[in-house]
Every structure is written in structure tokens, then in C-alpha cells.
């Protein structure tokens, strides 16, 4: 699976720095991080193209960031349970993080991931 480098921005200062594993292929969109361990806080997943995710099977909580086509955060899902199921029906395609890096990187609607 392809891994890229992204940055989180707001208003074009930069906030953060990821490793991020692409899943844009029928079969790593519908794996996804399913029976894989937790990620470190750095690293995440790019679901695309993707406006819903669910946690079946799951065996802990995630953060889910909706993108649109310019990868700028829609909506924000954050301490989604195991079992459960997030949507944006707008988003072009989601990143899944561990619960919790939302809150500690303070992201919010309007900021933009770019590829370093």
C-alpha cells in the first residue's frame, strides 16, 4: 500500500505533518484499517474515493476527517465507537485517524491537507 506525506494547514500555516496510507483501490477501501493495529498519532488513513465509514469488526475508537476534492475538512467525527457507522454525504473522501489526534492537532472544518 502506497504511504504519502501530508501537512494539515489553516489559513496556510502549517500545523502538522502525517504519514498516510493510501487506500484508493476496490480492495484497501474495503479493508481499510480493519485487523490492523492502532496507528501512532502521525500516521493515518486516506479512504478515496469515500463518504462513509463504519467500525464493524473494530477494536477501538477512530477519528474520521470528511474531505471534499481540495482535501478540506467538511466534517469532523471524532471517538467513533466500534460498531458504529459515519457519513458526509458531500465528502469526497475521509482520513481515519486514532481517536484522539483530532482534539490534540485542534483541526477543524476549513483546514486543508496537502501533499509534501
Known amino acids: 500500500m502506497k504511504v504519502i506525506n501530508v501537512t494539515l494547514q489553516r489559513k496556510g ?13 476496490v480492495l484497501t477501501r474495503a479493508r481499510g484499517l480493519l485487523f490492523r ?8 488513513m486516506l479512504i478515496s474515493p ?5 467500525t464493524w469488526f473494530m477494536g477501538y475508537k477512530l477519528d474520521v476527517v470528511f474531505l471534499n476534492r481540495e ?3 467538511m466534517h469532523i467525527a471524532e471517538n467513533i465507537k466500534p460498531w458504529r457507522f459515519a457519513y458526509h454525504f458531500k ?7 486514532n481517536a484522539g489526534v483530532v482534539a490534540k492537532y485542534g483541526m477543524t472544518v476549513g483546514d486543508v491537507f496537502s501533499e509534501c
Do not use: G, Q
Not at 502549517?14 to 493510501?22: P, Q, T
Not at 465528502?91 to 485517524?97: H, K, M, Q, R, T
Open 71 to 73: 482535501k478540506k475538512i
Open 13 to 25: 500555516s502549517y500545523i502538522a505533518e502525517f504519514s498516510v496510507l493510501m487506500a484508493n483501490t
Open 37 to 44: 493495529a492502532p496507528m501512532t498519532d502521525d500516521r493515518a
Open 91 to 97: 465528502a469526497s473522501a475521509v482520513i481515519e485517524f
Open 50 to 54: 469515500c463518504n462513509s465509514v463504519h
